[in-house]
């Protein structure tokens, strides 16, 4: 039935055994799920109310992915999983191998699995790379400065250690290099400030294009910045649905914004001449700015540096609450113990990104 389980996602084949053996009595991984007699406790926000996931989230880009993933489980479930259980009635039983069941070992997976790194040049030509669940290689909880890792070899995985352990040290895995927003979405936590080094903050792409068109000051200009866009999409530089990602130290898609904010900062005679040369230039100056660092960032042309800070100053009004609030929360030790585990979460996702927005803002000001 190989052909019929195929997915976008690639989790189909795996959901299934899952979905099976999770509820066989006879399974002979009973001893592994005992181990999550109920996945209730699981909190990712694909389980909280649509409204508490707004109202907490709101800005992060959670809510967004979440979506995404509900509509994906819905329509991979309906599709696939349904017609395929309904065809094997000796096996399966929608009654008790529900939706909300499907979404839960969704969440299971995401949480607990693990995919094998592949080699770049494999990226394109595999498709899916599905994960698998491995049994007690998955007790092991992350933080971004851990102290052992998985290694993968043909015959065996292996959880090694990186660095000397001492007695009763608890022992950290990584889960890679995650954001804040990214391990909520995906394992329902967030790591508090400033322990997550990899943090990120994004501005979407198109917040860019808003704030170049506020800046433009005449139809003319409005007109310009539509064209710029426009050939920046052409390019493969910006989307709809992209984003510029910030780490604490540099911009981790330090190409797109450089090349974003050289093109959407021309002049009219210069963004011609840009055009005649497909976007190609040859001057020492590119090699300077190939990477967007933090020294790089504050040492931008007026402009860029202009357009950059409308851009956060935009991306900062997409949160419900600034930056102070936050701190006093977090400073507060009474008020924050109070909070429900789910506010705490994602009280560690907002302010990580808010710290970032902020340095930014200092650093082209």
């Not at 008790?96 to 394109?124: C, G, I, N, W």
């Not at 995650?178 to 394992?187: D, E, G, P, T, V």
């Not at 600034?322 to 924050?336: F, P, W």
Request: glycine share 4%; with cysteine; proline share 5%.
């Amino acid at each position: 039935a190989q052909e019929s389980l195929q997915s976008q996602s690639g989790w189909v084949p795996l959901l299934l055994a899952l979905l099976h053996e999770y509820t066989a009595s006879n399974s002979h991984w009973q001893p592994y799920f005992s181990l999550w007699e109920d996945f209730r406790s699981l909190d990712h926000p694909m389980f909280w109310p649509q409204e508490e996931r707004s109202r907490l989230l709101q800005g992060t880009g959670i809510p967004e992915a979440v979506d995404k993933d509900l509509a994906n489980i819905h329509v991979e479930y309906s599709s696939i999983i349904l017609p395929f259980m309904e065809s094997h009635p000796s096996i399966f039983d929608p009654k008790r191998h529900t939706l909300e069941l499907y979404k839960q070992l969704v969440a299971f997976v995401m949480a607990y699995s693990f995919q094998e790194p592949l080699e770049e040049e494999d990226e394109d030509e595999k498709g899916p790379n599905p994960p698998m669940m491995v049994p007690v290689a998955d007790i092991l909880n992350h933080v971004a400065n851990h102290n052992a890792n998985l290694e993968y070899s043909p015959q065996c995985l292996r959880m090694v250690t990186t660095q000397p352990v001492g007695k009763g040290q608890e022992i950290f895995n990584t889960y890679g290099q995650m954001a804040n927003w990214q391990l909520l979405h995906m394992y329902g936590f967030a790591e508090p400030y400033p322990g997550n080094t990899n943090d990120t903050a994004d501005i979407q792409m198109v917040t860019l294009r808003k704030a170049a068109l506020q800046r433009a000051q005449s139809e003319a200009q409005q007109q310009l910045v539509s064209e710029q866009w426009d050939f920046l999409c052409q390019l493969e530089m910006v989307g709809e649905e992209g984003a510029f990602v910030l780490g604490w130290d540099e911009v981790l898609t330090e190409e797109e914004l450089s090349t974003t904010l050289k093109v959407l900062c021309m002049s009219e005679e210069e963004f011609k001449e840009y055009k005649e040369q497909d976007g190609w230039e040859d001057d020492s100056e590119e090699e300077e700015t190939s990477t967007l660092s933090n020294e790089a960032l504050s040492r931008l042309k007026t402009p860029c540096k202009e357009l950059l800070y409308d851009s956060v100053l935009l991306t900062l009004q997409s949160y419900r609450s600034d930056l102070k609030a936050e701190q006093d929360l977090l400073n507060n030790k009474e008020a924050y113990e109070k909070l429900s585990r789910r506010e705490q979460q994602a009280l560690h996702v907002r302010y990580g990104q808010k710290r970032i927005l902020h340095q930014l803002l200092e650093l082209v000001q």
